[in-house]
């Protein structure tokens, strides 16, 4: 009996044993950062085979209780996971080194973020380091080439916003750019921000990541992360540059001599056709020589940015504070810009498990605008001062030359300036409820207000470049956007399961107002002067404008982890817009996008290629809702008297009408997106090589698209429906190399993309539609049909140059009918277009139209490279793209005696045998018209930037109570190779349908810059 009381003490006793290691303890502690000792808040505090744990404050603090045998797990997005017994210890500070693979990146999606490696849509992000070196206006312009899928067409202009295209065209009327969303407020453009301003710029390209905006998504979207405080340690840095810009590419033009060669030339060519008398012009006459680009172009023009940001926090707070001023001359003289720009943000721990905060960005910027004064430096003669003497312009009116304006005269009395006020803010409250809970409420406001005067002064240059009638013009817009969204997040893991759920609900108001008025006889005192109040009251003119749209949208989005194999990610968007009628208001628009991480497999276990392999797929639909406003709405004209007389000499009636002056579809639909993707991605090589290759089929449907009336429906023109369908197609691929050799680091970056566009449908009935009219003749130079891109270009096809009468003659065709032979061309004289007779029936006329290509390009190129050694920084970006065409327009707009480029003078024909690629210098009449030799090769290759910096050793500038100081130089777009004859190759157009057709662009510079970052 005592044995067995002694045993049941003995198994009594070892079964005490886990229940007195299960004794639980608090443990509390800090974690930091082991790079620089900066606390970590945020850090996810686990029990290790639990789902119990916390995270740390604002102060990187934790408290837990936990069992005194238990493991704790420390992860932080990009952070080496690190694990921790606890050993019954109550204290642990902890330090989590950076983590080494880029699978850890939080990635800003709509409405929250995520791990890269949990991705299921193709998301690419562009960080602060690759915008901020770049002399740019517009954050958006330096993006070019840093993205595959990505088009960024850039202008010259100061202060103007590219024209950005993701995965191709896909529609016709509506607009094409992508949607920005800015610290979550939606907006149309970032003009406003400095490159400085800007944390990351993320980009959602396909259908599965951007449908969660699905009322704006159709173009894409991109999502822009301004820069905020992550440390509650007062932080101060500075940014800073100065430079010039220069034309690059400097487009030559005939001079002097070579321009009388070929006036002569012209006419004697038309006297010779019209059997008239020739007398050719003496070039004695005009001894002198001018390039009028010289005269209207700066030789250097200045620009200069400086940013300086205060961040810090509290105890519960982090606030961020900043200020930066830009200032850009423009090629032209005196055009100019200038922005000032003051940013803040705060957030705010007011309670255990309520967080608020706001951010707010002010802008105000200033214009000098200049007339466009390319097309008549291109046209004026080159054989003429531009001034008389020092107070009086030449009037370039005498002579056998014709009457011209006089560029240099035309920039002078220009006097237009333009400013405005930007703001955008955003305030919102996000409460914990529960465990895995949050309630998140926003409301944001994009507001603009943009101020022009115009004013016209009393000059007589010539007898066709005069105004006496003093005109001042005042026009004033006002927009104000705004956004409320409230969204509910439940957040868990278990075991093996992360499971992520958010639904949500977002109202939306877009107002827009404007005032214009304008009167004579303003005389101009100065700017005091300058009021419509001083003007005649006679001559006043005035207009006003509005528009109103609102939404109303629901959403919400499912993301699912399994064991880190199997991703899923759903979404489900409710929109509807005032846009469309009340009965086609609101739709529904899905994605679904699924991926497999096939390195976690157990069959992958034993390779030792690839260290992470993904292969994922998407699907979704999105919406286009930026359409021409009230395109379903009936309007009509007040105007028009109906007259009825009663009897012989009775009364007469006469009542006011109205006349309808549109049309409108029965009906109106969503324009649509749908498209499937399909992806690998993954690391090799010891994580050095990344890599991504994407597929995807991205196709509008119920593509809005002009609808041709008959003359019988009561007015004229076309009315816009759900005609069309537009395919783009194409392929992505990124890759990246990061490695180092000892003090030596260095990265490679390169991007490539194929996109084919394609008008796949139009409805039975819809013609293709017309565009790019070009202003002298008229013509149609594009064409939208199926089969072809959107806006090709459609013209006659030149078989080469007429070299003598004997060859215009035999160019005939043979009624099959009467035998008799017919001259296809009889009106050609020597040295004119050939034109091929594409129908065969004797005649050349619209029906000889061919397509003679496209604006769009098949393939977008980007490369990077990166060296660092010791303190000193290098590094290049490139830039190509092909497959394009330019419609080089500028060469046809001729009414008289216009000037020539030098290449035509160079390569025109001149007589029999000169060449069968040029025609001679009568460009008039048929050889006007849109053509094949019309059409360039657009495609170019671009050193986008050079940088080279120094960073000053830490030990030396600490001393000075300085973190870091770091010196650079940059040029930015260098070189440009190009064939074609103009000033650039990159047209910005954001028409669908006149995209590539140069009528006298704003050049390209190249910026030369030294700055400075310093961090205190």
Do not use: C
């Not at 850039?154 to 202060?159: L, R, W």
């Not at 720009?341 to 605008?369: C, H, P, Q, W």
């Not at 009935?765 to 199926?786: A, D, E, H, M, R």
């Not at 004859?981 to 030294?1010: H, K």
Request: proline share 4%; charged share 20%.
């Amino acid at each position: 009996m005592k044995k067995i009381k002694l045993l049941f003490i003995l198994i009594l006793a070892l079964g005490m044993i886990p229940a007195a290691m299960a004794q639980q303890v608090r443990v509390s502690g800090q974690v930091k950062n082991a790079t620089n000792g900066e606390t970590l808040p945020g850090v996810t505090v686990v029990v290790k085979g639990t789902t119990s744990g916390t995270s740390t404050d604002i102060d990187g603090r934790f408290s837990i209780e936990v069992p005194s045998s238990a493991i704790l797990v420390f992860s932080f997005v990009g952070m080496e996971t690190q694990e921790v017994p606890v050993q019954g210890r109550t204290t642990l500070n902890v330090s989590l080194s950076t983590s080494a693979s880029m699978l850890d990146e939080v990635v800003v999606v709509g409405y929250g973020s995520a791990k890269r490696m949990d991705l299921t849509g193709s998301i690419t992000t562009v960080k602060a380091k690759d915008l901020a070196y770049q002399a740019v206006a517009n954050p958006a312009q330096a993006l070019q080439g840093k993205v595959a899928g990505v088009q960024v067409t850039n202008s010259g202009s100061p202060g103007s916003s590219p024209v950005i295209r993701i995965r191709g065209l896909g529609t016709v009327s509506s607009s094409s750019s992508p949607l920005y969303v800015v610290d979550g407020i939606l907006t149309n453009d970032i003009s406003y921000l400095g490159t400085n301003d800007i944390e990351n710029i993320t980009f959602l390209k396909d259908a599965s990541s951007s449908a969660i905006y699905g009322v704006r998504a159709a173009n894409g979207v991109i999502i822009v992360t301004t820069k905020r405080s992550q440390s509650r340690e007062a932080r101060i840095s500075y940014s800073g540059y100065t430079g010039f810009q220069k034309v690059v590419n400097k487009f030559e033009l005939a001079k002097g001599r070579q321009y009388i060669d070929l006036v002569n030339e012209k006419n004697q060519l038309l006297a010779e056709a019209s059997g008239s008398s020739f007398t050719p012009i003496d070039p004695a006459e005009y001894p002198d020589e001018i390039d009028w680009y010289d005269e209207v172009l700066r030789e250097k023009a200045l620009t200069q940015s400086h940013d300086i940001s205060v961040m810090g926090g509290s105890a519960k707070s982090l606030y961020t504070f900043g200020a930066s001023w830009f200032m850009q001359e423009g090629l032209v003289k005196g055009h100019d810009y200038d922005r000032i720009n003051i940013r803040s943000s705060l957030e705010s721990e007011v309670m255990k498990n309520l967080k608020v905060g706001y951010s707010a960005n002010l802008s105000t910027y200033k214009f000098k605008d200049v007339p466009g004064v390319f097309y008549n430096s291109y046209v004026a003669p080159p054989v003429f001062t531009a001034k008389l003497n020092d107070s009086t312009f030449n009037p370039m009116g005498s002579g056998s030359l014709g009457n011209f304006s006089n560029p240099a005269a035309q920039l002078y009395y220009f006097n237009s300036r333009s400013n405005g006020i930007r703001f955008l803010g955003s305030a919102f409250a996000e409460l914990k409820i529960l465990e895995h809970f949050k309630l998140k409420t926003s409301y944001g406001m994009d507001y603009g207000s943009n101020r022009n005067r115009s004013y016209t002064p009393y000059y007589v240059v010539s007898e066709t470049q005069v105004d006496t009638n003093r005109t001042l013009s005042r026009s004033m817009n006002y927009s104000t956007d705004g956004f409320w969204d409230n969204t509910l997040t439940y957040e868990n893991t278990f075991g093996k399961h992360k499971v992520t759920a958010m639904a949500g609900i977002s109202a939306q108001e877009f107002r827009n107002l404007g005032l214009s008025g304008s009167r004579s006889g303003v005389e101009n005192y100065g700017d005091q002067s300058l009021y419509l109040g001083f003007g005649d009251q006679t001559t006043s003119n005035s207009g006003d404008f509005g528009s109103k749209i609102t939404a109303l949208s629901y959403f919400g989005r499912a993301t699912y982890n399994y064991m880190d194999k199997y991703l899923f990610t759903g979404t489900l968007r409710y929109d509807g817009s005032s846009v469309f009628p009340s009965d086609e208001r609101f739709d529904l628009f899905p994605s679904v996008g699924l991926g497999w991480v096939m390195t976690n497999e157990d069959f992958m276990q034993n390779q030792s290629i690839f260290d992470f392999l993904k292969l994922r797929a998407s699907w979704g639909v999105t919406g286009n809702n930026r359409i021409p406003a009230n395109i379903y709405t009936l309007t009509i004209a007040k105007g028009g008297e109906l007259s009825t007389a009663f009897g012989q000499g009775g009364n007469v009636v006469i009542a006011e009408g109205a006349n309808i002056t549109s049309a409108v579809p029965p009906t109106l639909r969503w324009e649509k997106v749908k498209e499937f993707d399909i992806a690998f991605e993954g690391l090799a090589v010891d994580n050095k090589l990344s890599f991504e290759l994407d597929y995807y089929h991205r196709l509008t449907v119920d593509g809005i698209f002009p609808t041709t009336l008959s003359a019988t429906a009561g007015t004229s023109g076309s009315y816009l429906q759900n005609n069309g369908d537009f395919l783009n197609q194409g392929i992505e691929l990124t890759l990246g190399w990061a490695d180092n050799a000892g003090d030596f680091n260095y990265s490679f970056n390169t991007n490539f993309t194929y996109n084919k566009n394609e008008v796949k449908e139009l409805l039975e009935g819809t013609l293709g539609l017309f565009g790019g009219n070009l202003p002298v003749g008229g013509f149609f130079s594009t064409y939208t049909i199926v089969g072809e891109p959107i806006g090709s270009y459609y013209g006659r096809n030149v078989v080469g140059i007429f070299q003598n009468d004997d060859e215009i003659n035999n160019y005939t065709w043979t009624n099959p009918e009467t035998n008799e032979e017919v001259l296809i061309q009889p009106n050609a004289k020597p040295g004119d277009f050939k034109y091929e007779d594409v129908d065969n029936n004797g005649l050349i006329d619209a029906k000889d139209r061919v397509f003679l290509g496209s604006a769009l390009p098949t393939y977008l190129f980007g490369f990077n490279a990166t060296l660092e050694y010791k303190g000193v920084d290098f590094s290049v970006d490139i830039y190509a793209q092909g497959g394009n065409k330019i419609y080089n327009a500028k060469r046809a707009q001729r009414l008289g005696n216009e000037n020539y480029d030098l290449d035509f003078y160079e390569n025109r024909w001149t007589g029999e045998g000169s060449t069968n690629e040029y025609p001679s210098a009568d460009l008039t009449a048929d050889n006007m018209l849109p053509n094949s030799w019309y059409i360039e090769p657009g495609g170019f290759v671009r050193i986008r930037n050079i940088q080279v910096g120094y960073t000053i050793p830490e030990k030396v500038v600490t001393k000075l109570g300085i973190r870091s100081v770091r010196f650079y130089v940059n040029t930015s777009n260098p070189f440009t190779f190009f064939k074609y004859n103009g000033f650039s190759p990159e047209i910005a157009s954001s028409s669908p349908t006149s995209q590539g057709i140069d009528l006298n662009v704003y050049p390209m510079s190249a910026t030369y810059n030294f700055g400075v970052n310093v961090n205190f």
